[in-house]
């Protein structure tokens, strides 16, 4: 009995077929993936010491002179206070929050405008075509931060104003990307049948162009947050970026370029807490893109 | 006639295309330039602002002698017609010219551009060379695993850590200014190191490709070892991609300048943008804006070609 069922027909049991051609998310994908695991932990725990921190800690930008300069590891002030005696923890734990905040904002917007406007070029070809990769040859002419450096003449930095200024740049890989992919995809035999079919445009693009590019897309997005947040805590640490009473990282680092010898912590304890977020980003990017096999900077050409 | 003239020679075409889109670029980059003079408002009245006994007439005088009391399209024009012959109008603080100021301080930034890409490519070839012969083993696995560390340290951090390390602490090289080689070695560390992982990921992952190649396998069959494959014929095929990539991402070394500069008061262009842009001296601004899209430009179509003039068979390929 058991040997007539073995003996039937084998291609139809569809899902080791499956597993082979397309990456199943989920499950498999978390369990052979060392580098993903550890940046998934390292994000949700700093998300929750920042949550702690923010909650227990109190206002970053309440001003206790008397503590001014306070090192590291005073009680009250275990990151120390900066000149102002500010606690430099409070502040990292708020720093955090803007930080994650504005990347996950910038690169989200960043993605949707950018897969739309690659969609539509490859799908679409043409004049929006020509003049997207024109503006893709610009922006890689000019260096997102001098871009920025120069837009803030004009605006002013508030966390809103800066998520839109980011995203002026942020959209573009993404369109370069959904583009190239599109190119590909849009010759294969199973669009030419649903157009046959008299499947509209727009469905085509939604249903069939951008999904296939979707694994490329999450590669780049974790990838991208990365750069938002080199970006954001960059200028501020110029004095461009976000300013008190918003609550950046690089403002902090920049506070305590003057006092090096006496007061490491100022610069040294916030710069820690990029990198580990930094880490943390990287990680789960480098992890999607092993396992997708990817090479999304490649195609994007980005940094 | 010129049609047939390039249809006729690959490379010839090959430079004309990538010129055209050069010329693209910079028109974009003159636009950029001029929608910041156009979004910063009114430059007559941030002057003025705080000047005490700067009264209407005088600043109207002020508005006229900046052009700023033209209509929109007649500024535009002569926004262009002025770039067009290098004139990006004088520097609001100091009174000169605004571009002399820009090519007065690009000199420094292109030695630490240059110091700091001879060291990462160089640092990054060996790197990728040893991460190649080593594969999946212990050396590999700790340099890959380094360089990930490495992509998560922010430029400006990294900056100013070496100078606590290198200077404060152990005193042994100056933490700012511009005098003799000494006070290049922090500031071309600072810009060289953050890229680093991005050049070795490169080159390892190109040597890895001509690894897979069919003239590799007959250079095995030869019975060549490991070491000479790699060294002897995979290498010098690896690194044209790297030229192009290199110049590609000389945009972006810019940006990282910028920061390294203002740490370590380098007297470049990055430093220059910065205070400029801290002082609202749009024309200053505006002079390095482009003068930055134009060596990129200009990188950029040195690079295709060489690239090009190197490897026949891009050459054939219609651009």
Redesign the interface.
């Known amino acids: 009995m058991t040997r007539a069922t073995s003996a039937l027909p084998r291609p139809l049991r569809l899902p080791g077929l499956r597993r082979r051609t397309l990456p199943r998310p989920g499950a498999a994908l978390w369990r052979g993936n060392g580098a993903l695991r550890w940046g998934v932990l390292l994000l949700a725990s700093l998300l929750v010491a920042s949550a702690v921190g923010m909650l227990v800690l109190g206002d970053p930008n309440e001003q206790q002179l008397a503590d001014a300069f306070a090192p590291a590891g005073t009680a009250g002030h275990l990151a120390g206070a900066d000149p102002l005696g500010r606690d430099v923890l409070a502040w990292c734990a708020r720093g955090l929050w803007t930080s994650l905040t504005v990347s996950f904002a910038v690169a989200t917007l960043g993605a949707l405008i950018g897969t739309a406007v690659g969609v539509v070029a490859g799908y679409a070809g043409g004049i929006v075509d020509s003049v997207l990769m ?2 893709v ?2 922006s ?8 920025f ?6 605006v002013a930095p508030r966390p809103a104003t800066l998520v839109v200024l980011l995203t002026f740049v942020a959209w573009i890989p993404y369109a370069r990307l959904v583009r190239a992919h599109v190119l590909t995809e849009r010759e294969r035999p199973y669009i030419a049948a649903a157009r046959l079919a008299g499947t509209p445009a727009w469905r085509i693009c939604l249903r069939h162009l951008v999904p296939a590019a979707s694994t490329a897309i999450i590669v780049l997005f974790t990838l991208q947050l ?1 750069y938002v947040l ?1 970006w954001e ?2 200028l501020s ?4 970026g976000l300013q008190p009473p918003h609550v950046s990282l ?1 403002y902090m ?1 920049a506070q ?2 003057d006092y ?2 006496s007061a ?1 912590w100022i ?2 304890i916030p ?1 820690l807490v ?3 977020l ?2 943390s ?3 789960i990017g ?1 992890g999607l893109r092993d396992a997708f096999q990817l ?1 999304v ?2 195609a994007v ?1 980005e ?1 | 006639m010129v049609r047939s003239a390039l249809a006729r020679h690959p490379f010839a075409r090959l430079a004309f295309s990538r010129l055209a889109q050069g010329v693209v670029v910079l028109f974009g980059a003159l636009l950029v330039c001029f929608a910041l003079s156009a979004a910063t408002g009114d430059p007559a009245d941030a002057l003025t602002v705080g000047q005490i006994g700067a009264d209407s007439a005088q600043i109207d005088a002020l508005r006229d002698h900046l052009g700023y009391g033209d209509p929109f399209l007649t500024r535009l024009g002569d926004f262009f017609a002025h770039a067009l012959q290098a004139d990006f109008g004088s520097s609001y603080r100091t009174g000169g010219d605004a571009l002399g100021a820009v090519l007065a301080a690009l000199p420094n930034t292109l030695l630490l551009v240059a110091c700091a890409l001879t060291l990462a490519i160089s640092l990054a070839i060996v790197l990728a060379l040893i991460s190649v012969m080593h594969r999946n083993r212990a050396a590999d696995r700790s340099i890959r695993g380094a360089l990930a560390l490495v992509q998560g340290v922010p430029d400006f951090w990294l900056a100013v850590m070496l100078v606590l390390l290198f200077s404060v602490t152990l005193g042994w090289l100056p933490a700012i200014g511009f005098d003799g080689p000494r006070s290049l070695i922090l500031p071309t560390l600072a810009l060289a190191i953050p890229v680093l992982p991005t050049f070795v990921r490169l080159m390892r992952g190109n040597l890895l490709d001509v690894m897979k190649l069919d003239f590799v396998t007959s250079v095995r069959a030869k019975g060549l070892g490991e070491r000479d494959v790699v060294l002897r014929h995979a290498v010098r095929n690896a690194l044209p991609p790297l030229i192009t990539f290199t110049a590609l991402q000389v945009g972006w070394l810019v940006g990282g300048t910028i920061i390294v500069e203002t740490i370590f008061a380098w007297p470049g262009i990055g430093n220059l943008a910065v205070d400029a842009v801290k002082a609202r001296d749009v024309g200053v601004v505006q002079a390095v804006v482009a003068v930055t899209a134009l060596s990129y430009v200009l990188l950029n179509l040195v690079a295709d070609l060489l690239v090009a003039a190197a490897d026949p068979r891009i050459r054939m390929v219609p651009a």
């Open positions: 024109r503006l040859d610009l890689l002419a000019l260096p997102p931060l001098l871009l450096i120069a837009a803030s003449v004009v990365g080199l805590s960059g640490f110029l004095g461009l690089g680092i305590g370029r090096l010898a490491w610069t040294t710069g990029i990198v580990a930094m880490l980003f990287n990680l480098d090479d900077e490649e050409h940094r």
